[in-house]
């Protein structure tokens, strides 16, 4: 069984910065692979990043190239979500997932959130115009 728990979610004006936090604990952390998914008001869940066990790989959504950055540190067992240049429609409860092995996603495979077996209770990011 695999604790996740995500922190750093607050309130920004657009075009500023937050750091997400995701600290996992239940599992070897090395061998899961990580990501980050959001949910707005009123609509579906959707894939923002994902990050592979042995830090070779990213999957970013096209909404976030370039703003958002996935990176993990396997020695403190935490995933983090860099997130500059926010935008008012980046506000959203954030949600960190775990994938365990040997059923091990890759590329567009890691945006589908059936294939996460452990999810965090979310933090909330919100963006002022």
């Known amino acids: 069984q695999v604790q996740l728990v995500e922190s750093g979610g607050g309130l920004v004006q657009a075009g500023g910065s937050l750091r997400l936090s995701c600290a996992a604990s239940?599992?070897?952390?090395?061998?899961?692979?990580m990501a980050w998914f959001r949910q707005a008001p009123g609509k579906d869940r959707e894939f923002v990043a994902a990050?592979?066990?042995?830090?070779?790989?990213?999957y970013y959504t096209n909404s976030v190239k370039g703003r958002f950055t996935i990176y993990r540190d396997n020695a403190n067992n935490t995933v983090y979500l860099q997130m500059n240049s926010l935008k008012p429609e980046d506000t959203a409860v954030y949600y960190c997932?775990?994938?365990?092995?040997?059923?091990?996603?890759?590329?567009?495979?890691?945006?589908?959130?059936?294939?996460?077996?452990?999810w965090g209770q979310g933090t909330q990011v919100t963006v002022s115009s």
């Open positions: 997932a775990a994938n365990a092995p040997p059923m091990y996603c890759s590329g567009y495979g890691c945006h589908n959130g059936r294939v996460y077996d452990y």
């Open positions: 239940g599992h070897t952390f090395s061998t899961l692979v």
């Open positions: 990050i592979s066990w042995n830090i070779q790989s990213t």
